[in-house]
């Protein structure tokens, strides 16, 4: 089966899924079983099975899934970069610095070596995007795995075909490509 025919529903799946996991409230779904992910792949493959004139199998709904966990990582974390921005008006270095001192300070036998090297990391400039980066990986392992779960789930929920139904199981009819078109007597 041609695989360009995933790409459309693992798009609305993956947008959908990614979109509802960075809006600050909405997003807390997330928390119970990674809702939103498996929410997403179901949709993925509910719209795969709809267009699909062949029975769906368990193992293409979870490549559908797969694929919408993918794309809703990626539109999760650009989703989240602005929203993060505008939220807590950016990242201020200071009362990060701050924050942290206070923590270090409940533990008197902290070693220093321990307290520099922390103090070192958040003082960096490119603290914010090391946390994007992070945050991205997790996103994408996480996000695909339940989302290819949800793609087996919707599967087993949607697919009404039996395997031997005489319409699943039979291509249907295609143009001949190698012959020249039909000519006209006149």
């Keep these: 089966m041609n695989n360009s025919n995933i790409l459309k529903p693992a798009l609305i799946g993956g ?7 960075a809006l600050p409230v909405i997003k807390s779904c997330n928390c119970i079983c990674c809702a939103w992910a498996i929410g997403g792949g179901i949709l993925a493959a509910y719209l795969y099975i709809r267009e699909s004139p062949f029975l769906v199998t368990m193992g293409r709904g979870a490549v ?3 694929t919408a966990g993918a794309i809703g990582a990626v539109v999760c974390s650009l989703f989240s970069i602005p929203i993060q921005r505008i939220l807590t008006g950016g990242v201020n270095p200071a009362i990060i610095m701050e924050q942290a001192q206070e923590q270090m300070t409940k533990y008197p036998d902290f070693p220093q070596e321990a307290r520099q090297a922390i103090e070192a990391f958040l003082l960096r400039d490119d603290l914010m995007m090391l946390i994007v980066i992070f945050s991205f990986l997790f996103y994408i392992v996480l996000y695909s795995l339940f989302a290819m779960l949800g793609g087996a789930i919707g599967v087993a929920i949607f697919e009404k075909r039996k395997p031997g139904d005489a319409q699943t199981d039979v291509m249907p009819p295609q143009p001949p490509v190698d012959t020249p078109p039909p000519t006209l007597p006149y």
Excluded: D, P
Aim: hydrophobic letters at 70%; a neutral charge.
């Design 15 to 21: 947008v959908a899924l990614g979109i509802l996991s």
């Design 64 to 66: 559908v899934g797969l």
